[in-house]
């Protein structure tokens, strides 16, 4: 199947910086990628959707000034957490539309993850 | 909107057993329908998914899911557990504009 990259997978940083993860997908062309948040024995929350060339789509009640999103490439999306908070850690995912070999549909392939805490 | 239900949130089962997990959807047309699985502190992995056609779907690992249009079901099955299936699993439907819709999860342990 297809394999999506996420980099960072841990990240730790002081409260006020920025950080940014990576979303890559590593065999396939991503036109659109997806970026999830998972609070500790939650489901996931879909904080936004990302097209390559255009801005992203946010999610009711996610800060698009806060939760950056670019989409600069086929292949690579980046979310950037803006003046992190102890509360913005969390869990975030990355996932991607690609289309499987095996059948006409498209599937989505998610990322490892990424554990953010802001101390 | 469409809505995905996990109606169990913990599921134990001994090794070697038969293992069931139910999903139900709320979709107006055909759904595209997929089985998730996660292991404490990682991403998820594609157990299997179903598009159309034949509606017992064969997965990754031993897994299979039997789509059923008459009850808005997609139910993951194994016939066999093994200690390292013990994880979070989450079904998922895709709605328009590629969004996935998650259902809360259900939690698996195996006991030996």
């Known amino acids: 199947g297809a394999v999506v990259s996420q980099h960072p997978s841990r990240v730790i940083c002081k409260s006020g910086t920025s950080v940014k993860i990576e979303c890559r997908s590593l065999?396939?062309?991503?036109?659109?990628m997806f970026w999830y948040r998972q609070f500790p024995k939650q489901s996931l929350m879909l904080m936004a959707t990302?097209?390559?060339?255009?801005?992203?789509?946010?999610e009711q009640g996610v800060e698009k000034d806060k939760f950056l999103i670019n989409h600069a490439s086929l292949t690579l999306s980046t979310l950037t957490v803006t003046s992190a908070h102890p509360e913005d850690s969390s869990f975030y995912i990355c996932?991607?539309?690609?289309?499987?070999?095996?059948?006409?549909?498209?599937?989505?392939?998610f990322g490892e993850g990424s554990w953010l805490t802001v101390v | 909107a469409q809505s995905v239900t996990q109606p169990d949130i913990h599921i134990t089962v001994s090794e070697g057993a038969s293992l069931e997990l139910r999903c139900n959807y709320s979709?107006?047309?055909?759904?595209?329908l997929f089985w998730y699985v996660q292991s404490p502190g990682q991403g998820l992995q594609l157990l299997l998914k179903?598009?159309?056609?034949?509606?017992l779907v064969q997965g990754i690992k031993g897994f299979e899911a039997e789509f059923k249009r008459s009850q808005s079901s997609f139910n993951l099955r194994k016939p066999s557990v093994h200690w390292s299936d013990a994880a979070e699993y989450f079904c998922?439907?895709?709605?328009?504009?590629?969004?996935?819709?998650f259902g809360a999860g259900t939690i698996l342990r195996v006991k030996s």
């Open positions: 996932s991607a539309r690609g289309r499987d070999r095996a059948s006409s549909g498209n599937t989505i392939y």
């Open positions: 065999d396939f062309q991503a036109t659109t």
């Open positions: 990302s097209n390559e060339g255009s801005k992203a789509t946010y």
């Open positions: 979709y107006g047309a055909t759904p595209y």
């Open positions: 179903y598009f159309s056609g034949d509606t």
């Open positions: 998922a439907v895709l709605e328009y504009g590629n969004k996935l819709v």
